[in-house]
């Protein structure tokens, strides 16, 4: 395990969800309800930056092509809007373990 530090747990607490660069990944963090919550932030689609918390589903949506991905397992749920006869692969993206440590967000990377 190696632990990162990111941001202070109070910053995402009110703002709810955080991209934070953490040696070469960009990740996006979650507080939910005090649950913390890790995955990549790139999206497996096209490689925009996830952005979208849905705290009731615990999705994120991507803005580019509203591919939605489960913030729990990394699980693509819904494929990118685009073009009908597009191939409809659902890659997921990989998740993190996240904890508060005296008041900073760590993630094991
Ligand atoms: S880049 Fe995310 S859905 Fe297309």
């Known amino acids: 395990m190696v632990w990162k530090r990111t941001i202070s747990a109070k ?5 709810k969800f955080a991209s934070v660069k953490v040696d070469d990944k960009v990740i996006f963090i979650a507080n939910v ?24 589903k615990l999705t ?26 597009a191939p409809k692969e659902k890659l997921g993206l990989k998740t993190y373990q996240v904890r508060d440590n005296g008041g900073w967000v760590e993630v094991d990377i």
């Open 11 to 15: 910053a995402l607490e009110k703002a």
């Open 60 to 85: 994120v949506k991507c803005p580019c092509h509203h591919a939605v991905f489960d913030l729990k397992t990394g699980a693509m749920l819904e494929p990118p809007y685009v073009a009908p006869d």
């Open 33 to 56: 309800n005090g649950t913390l919550y890790g995955m990549d932030a790139v999206c497996s689609h096209a490689r925009c930056i996830l952005g979208l918390l849905d705290e009731q």
